[in-house]
């Protein structure tokens, strides 16, 4: 199978065995199967990069348009992308991506959910600290929304390779965006202690996605037309 990107093409290496789907072994299993569902809507949100949960009224969108600061937007979204990808990693209960794979999805989880409750800490220390409004045009935030709900389509249909494939593809955008958006929030922060932090969890995004180019230059070979 191969997949285009621009002149280059990723093909897919030859499929690993994959770890089995456990037989039910009881006749609640249709119930914890229906959690299991339902948790599984949850975890997409975490794979869907930065698509939002709702979009925003045109007077937020005004409001942007008028000057919003670009670290009290960042704030805010940051906080919503890390609220996401803390949730990444429990996708190994519905799908069963390879072990590399679910370790690396941990550890995105890890660091997401430390840095998701520090800017909680954040918020309660500073109450005029924006935490939940993105400001987002109507428009991008409709955009995000759609880009989301494919992604969630692409990853319930996917399984083995594709489904690893799918899981680190996410991942990349979402850790190569998280990066660039602490660091560019980073440069309007003037509290010293929230801008070193801003600018670590910087350094430990980007770190995070060299871990996730490394599996797929691993498990995929990149090939010139």
């Keep these: 199978m191969h997949y285009l990107r621009g ?16 037989s039910p072994s009881s006749g609640g299993w249709w119930l914890r199967f229906g959690k299991l569902q339902a948790l599984f809507v949850l975890v997409l949100s975490g794979c869907s990069l930065i698509a939002p949960k709702e979009t925003l009224s ?3 969108a005004v409001a942007t348009a008028n000057g919003a600061s670009v670290t009290d937007q960042g704030y805010a979204m940051l906080f919503d992308l890390l609220g996401d990808e803390r949730n990444v990693s429990k996708i190994r ?9 679910t370790e690396l999805l941990k550890e995105i989880s890890r660091t997401s959910s430390d840095a998701y409750k520090q800017l909680e800490q954040f918020g309660k220390a500073d109450r005029s600290l924006n935490l939940v409004d ?6 991008e935030a409709q955009t995000r929304k759609a880009i989301g709900q494919t992604k969630e389509k692409t990853l319930l249909s996917s399984k083995g390779k594709e489904l690893d494939l799918q899981l680190l ?7 190569n965006y998280g990066a660039h958006l602490a660091k560019v929030t980073a440069t309007g922060e003037s509290d010293p202690q929230r801008q070193q932090f801003l600018q670590q969890l910087a350094t430990q995004l980007s770190q995070l996605r060299e871990k996730v180019v490394a599996l797929l230059r691993e498990h995929y070979v990149i090939t010139e037309q």
């Design 169 to 175: 593809l996410t991942q990349d955008e979402a850790m």
């Design 58 to 60: 045109e007077s937020a």
């Design 134 to 139: 993105k400001r987002l045009p109507t428009v």
């Design 93 to 101: 209960f519905i799908k069963r991506p390879r072990p590399q794979v």
């Design 7 to 22: 002149n280059n093409r990723i093909r897919m290496t030859k499929p690993e065995s994959m770890t089995k789907l456990d």
